[in-house]
């Protein structure tokens, strides 16, 4: 199971940013396009204040700061020239993070899909879209949000595919910054299925592909976990993906690279379970040799060695 789609994770929220410029970016496009990424996400156009790109009606509506460089304008443009497929992550206002109340969410993202359309839609690396709304488990109000933000992104786009990862509610699903790593109040895979199921069957061809999070269940459970999320996929006629994350979730410093040998187990799961696809979260911090991190660029190598031997 090969990793062909990697967010990118400019609106950093807990992870460290790494001050990079068009020059280390357009690098590490190439390390990407090296191991057969052809697929980029950005991850959310904007968090809180924060923006990725210049928006007259976030900075004018929402109090948000005008960005130095226009990053979107910088991935699209770093997409068309590796010939790979973008997909625009809506905003993340942090309202429901506060309230648990996904209106707003709603509401400022109605502005932000048509404003990004408009302006950038021309890009041949345009794709599609990521609702970037996270969730694990029946959430209030989540049903419609998909519904209602999806179908008005494929309304502008003619049709361009949306998908959404959300996480599952595992033993290793508690808050970044818990001293914790583990919680007793696991969900189980019945209960994981049975409330997924409503989800899904709630959606009105709003999402097109749903890639869940794998670093909250433990190993061992990863088999039964990926069958069942490929079965329902199927059933409620979606593309089913896999969010390899490349950070290690059993450390208490968070977040590291992840060791290869626990990054191969997730992806043979994957391919066990025949999966359409597997991204990351995410390549530049926690892959990349020009990561920040010195393990970053050792998960790379090994990852290539991996490669090797399935060619």
């Excluded at 990697?6 to 990407?32: A, G, R, V």
Aim: proline share 3%.
């Amino acid at each position: 199971m090969r990793i062909t789609g990697t967010f990118l994770d400019e609106i950093s929220h807990d992870i460290p940013h790494q001050n990079w410029s068009e020059k280390e970016w357009d690098l590490d496009f190439k390390y990407m396009q090296a191991i057969g990424i052809d697929t980029v996400i950005m991850i959310r156009s904007g968090y809180r204040r924060f923006v990725a790109y210049p928006s007259a009606y976030l900075q004018n509506n929402h109090g948000c700061f005008t960005p130095p460089i226009d990053m979107l304008e910088m991935f699209l443009t770093l997409a068309d020239q590796y010939d790979m497929n973008f997909y625009f992550g809506l905003y993340d206002s942090g309202n429901y993070w506060d309230t648990g109340n996904m209106q707003h969410e709603i509401d400022v993202n109605r502005y932000v899909i048509d404003e990004v359309w408009q302006k950038y839609g021309h890009h041949k690396s345009f794709k599609g879209w990521y609702l970037s709304m996270e969730i694990s488990r029946k959430t209030k109000g989540a049903i419609e949000a998909f519904n209602t933000l999806g179908l008005q992104c494929k309304a502008v786009s003619n049709g361009l595919l949306t998908f959404i990862s959300p996480w599952i509610d595992g033993k290793k699903s508690v808050m970044a910054n818990s001293t914790n790593l583990s919680k007793a109040d696991a969900i189980s895979l019945q209960v994981h299925e049975q409330e997924w199921s409503e989800i899904f069957a709630g959606l009105k061809n709003s999402v097109d592909a749903v890639a869940f999070q794998d670093g909250h269940i433990d190993y061992n459970e990863l088999a039964d976990f990926f069958a069942v999320n490929k079965k329902m996929a199927d059933q409620f006629g979606l593309k089913c993906w896999t969010n390899a994350e490349t950070f290690d979730r059993d450390m208490p410093i968070k977040f590291m690279p992840i060791k290869f040998e626990k990054l191969r187990l997730k992806l043979e799961a994957a391919r066990l379970a025949n999966y359409d696809k597997a991204i990351t979260f995410e390549f530049s911090h926690f892959m990349s040799p020009q990561s920040a991190y010195l393990q970053a660029g050792h998960l790379y190598n090994r990852y290539q060695e991996y490669l090797n031997t399935i060619k």
